[in-house]
Each structure stands twice: as structure tokens, then as C-alpha cells.
């Protein structure tokens, strides 16, 4: 990366570690795709948890230019993401011939370092400004231009002979934001969101939560199963200050991992591991109340879900009903119809009360 100042970090267009593409992730990521072909930005808006900086990496990705990031912060004025004077320069210059020549450049001189948004115009790369309304609307302006008229207005400072900077014609841009409800996000600027294309994402799809919960914590289908139904419980019961996210179905799994346990062989530990980590996911300020509800909830989720037994083979529609219903406790009697079976089925129920007894307790 010849001419680039050491200063800015510039990443490789790389594939993800532990990556899943449900049709889900595809979809959105070739609708995306298809914007950014056409020219246009491409803004991921949606809740905590939803894949927004993901996707904006994976898309990234696939449009295989050097990519360049940058995180809204309140703090951030122009000249963070544009560039400014620095007053200390720091080089290591190793000898490729030489191997053990190290020659260590620094001088004092005060002189104009491009920040990120800057390299990536003048070089075509992508930039992923990740929660960019964090930052503060007059910070952002400069981004009109660049994204309407494909130039950059450079402050005199940087010298040069131009007062501008043609952006480079494989310059794309992927923003992404929390709605505007959120603590510390400012509402975005109309005329800046009206540069680029929108795309509203909400929590994921069953099949793409159990496949993601299963890629970060390697547990089998089965027990992840038990632990997606759990949380996609609570997040439906509507009952939560902040709906849970696959951040705790993720917690939960690798917890679970990590102590070589599963749902079933944890016992008690399973239920106290739900309610710690779902109740501080769904509360702000940590209120009491929101506590105590979301630990009675999960309780009885938790309890359901040991009880059911083999979730895996329950029919799709069938699972996707029950969970909302209250009358979910007959739902594992009502799907497996052998005597045999209905036995285990009743000796899970007794250990998820036992289960559910000792997770009060303790
Ligand atoms: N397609 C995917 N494959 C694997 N893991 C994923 C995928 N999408 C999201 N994740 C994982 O889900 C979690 C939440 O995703 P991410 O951080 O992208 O959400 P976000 O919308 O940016 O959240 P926030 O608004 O809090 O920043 C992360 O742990 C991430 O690694
Ligand atoms: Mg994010």
C-alpha cells in the first residue's frame, strides 16, 4: 500500500470466520449488492443484534476492495475522518536485503495526515462507517458531496493543488445505524440518508439465529434449538425493556460450551445461566422490575423447553405456533404419539420442574 499514511488502517477484503449464509443472509446481501452496482450507498438500519456491522463486512467482502472502517463517535468532528495536522511521525523502515537493517525514521515537523475517509476516496476503496449517526450531523456534512457530486472538499491545510478531491470511481460506502430511540444516536440527517439506500433489518429468521448460535458455539443442533426457542420466547412475549438478542443465544451456547454441558446434563446451572444473561440483555439501567419479570418468564420457558424433550423433530409450523402460545406445555405429549415415547416425555417434565425448582432456589 504504497503512499498511504502508516496512520490508517487499511483490511483485506476477507471472507468471515464462522460465516453462515442462510437464504436469509443471501437475500439481503444481493439486494445490497445490486444497490452498490448501481452506484448507490447501501445503509443497514436496525436494532441492536440484527447483523448490521456483520453484513457490512460480509458485503464488503464481495465487492473485494481494500476496505476501510470507521465508528461513529460523539467526539468525532471533520477532520477525524478527513485528516489533520499531526505534530509526530514514527517510521520503521525494515532493509528487504538486507534483513537486519532497521532504520527508524521520526521527526516533529507538523504535517497533514489524510484520516480514512480520505484514503478511501483517493483510492477507491470501501468504507464501512459503521453507527455513523453516533457522530454528530455537522461531523457527517462532509459526506454530502462525496456521496451527490463524487468530490471532496479539502481543507487548505493539506495543501495541494486543488481545494477539492476527485473520488475515485470504486469509492462505495456502507453506513450503518440504530434507530434513533437508542441512547447516544443522533437522528440522521435527512439530506444525508437521502443519498443512500436504506435497508430496515429486524431480529433474524429462525433457521439463520439456530445456524449462527450453532457456528459460535459449536453445540449440537438439538441443544441450540432448545436455547433460540428460549430467547425467541422471551423476545415475543413483548414483556422486555430490550428484546434479547442472538448476542444471548450466543452467550448462553458458548457458556454452555465452555463447561462441556448441554441444556439437559446442566441442570440447575442451565436456568441461573438464562436468567443472568437474559436479564441484563433486555435492561438498560438493570431495574428491578424488569429483572423479576424476565427471570419469571425464562423460568418458565427454560422449564418448557427441557420438558419437551426432542424439539428437533417437531414440524416446523407446529414449533413456530406453540412458541408464542401459552398452552405450550402439552405441546411435546401432543407431537409424539407412542406410549413409549409419552413415558419419556413425562420423565422430562419432571426433571425440568425439579430443574426449574432448583434454579429459584438457588
Ligand atoms: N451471518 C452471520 N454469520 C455469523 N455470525 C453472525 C452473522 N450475522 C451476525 N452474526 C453474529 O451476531 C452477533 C450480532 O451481529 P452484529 O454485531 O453484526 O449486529 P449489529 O446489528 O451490528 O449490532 P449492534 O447494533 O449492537 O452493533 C455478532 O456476534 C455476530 O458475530
Ligand atoms: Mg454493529
Redesign the pocket.
Known amino acids: 500500500m504504497n503512499g498511504i499514511d502508516e496512520m490508517t488502517t487499511v483490511l483485506e477484503p476477507a471472507p468471515l470466520p464462522?460465516?453462515?449464509?442462510t437464504k436469509y443472509?443471501k437475500d439481503i446481501t444481493n439486494r445490497a449488492l445490486s444497490y452498490i452496482k448501481a452506484g448507490f450507498p447501501v445503509h443497514f438500519r436496525?436494532?441492536?443484534?440484527?447483523?448490521?456491522?456483520?453484513?457490512a463486512m460480509?458485503l464488503a467482502s464481495k465487492i473485494e476492495r481494500p476496505v476501510v472502517m470507521i465508528h461513529g463517535d460523539e467526539e468525532f468532528s471533520t477532520s477525524d475522518l478527513v485528516g489533520g495536522q499531526q505534530g509526530y511521525r514514527f517510521r520503521k523502515v525494515i532493509d528487504r536485503f538486507v534483513s537486519r537493517v532497521l532504520k527508524v525514521e521520526e521527526d516533529m515537523v507538523k504535517r497533514w495526515v489524510d484520516n480514512r475517509l480520505t484514503v478511501a476516496c483517493k483510492y477507491g476503496f470501501t468504507l464501512i462507517y459503521d453507527?455513523f449517526t453516533r457522530s454528530r450531523p455537522e461531523a457527517n456534512n462532509i459526506l454530502l458531496s462525496i456521496l451527490q457530486e463524487k468530490m471532496m472538499d479539502l481543507p487548505v491545510g493539506r495543501g495541494g493543488e486543488e481545494p477539492y478531491l476527485r473520488v475515485d470511481p470504486d469509492f462505495t460506502a456502507i453506513f450503518?445505524s440504530?434507530p434513533e430511540e437508542y441512547a447516544g444516536v443522533h437522528r440522521s440527517q435527512d439530506a444525508l440518508r437521502d443519498r443512500m439506500i436504506t435497508l430496515d433489518?429486524d431480529h433474524f429468521d429462525y433457521d439463520t439465529e439456530v445456524a449462527?448460535t450453532r457456528?459460535?458455539s459449536k453445540l449440537s443442533k438439538h441443544d441450540v434449538e432448545m436455547i433460540v426457542n428460549i430467547v425467541r420466547g422471551l423476545r415475543e412475549s413483548g414483556r422486555c425493556e430490550f428484546a434479547p438478542?442472538?448476542?444471548g443465544c450466543?452467550m448462553i451456547a458458548k457458556t454452555l460450551k465452555t463447561q462441556n454441558l448441554t441444556p439437559p446434563k446442566a441442570n440447575g446451572a442451565f436456568m441461573r445461566m438464562c436468567q443472568d444473561i437474559l436479564a441484563s440483555e433486555t435492561s438498560r439501567v438493570g431495574s428491578k422490575t424488569n429483572q423479576e419479570r424476565v427471570k419469571e418468564i425464562v423460568t418458565e420457558l427454560v422449564a418448557k423447553e427441557l420438558g419437551m424433550g426432542k424439539t428437533v423433530d417437531v414440524p416446523d409450523p407446529f414449533r413456530e405456533k406453540s412458541l408464542t402460545g401459552p398452552e405450550k406445555a402439552e405441546k411435546g405429549t401432543a407431537v409424539i404419539e407412542t406410549a413409549d415415547s409419552k413415558n419419556v416425555e413425562e420423565d422430562r417434565t419432571q426433571e425440568a420442574e425439579s430443574e426449574s425448582l432448583a434454579g429459584v432456589s438457588g
Open positions: 464462522d460465516f453462515v449464509e443472509v436496525g436494532p441492536s443484534g440484527t447483523g448490521k456491522t456483520t453484513l460480509h453507527e450503518t440504530n433489518l449462527i457456528a459460535k438478542t442472538v448476542r450466543i
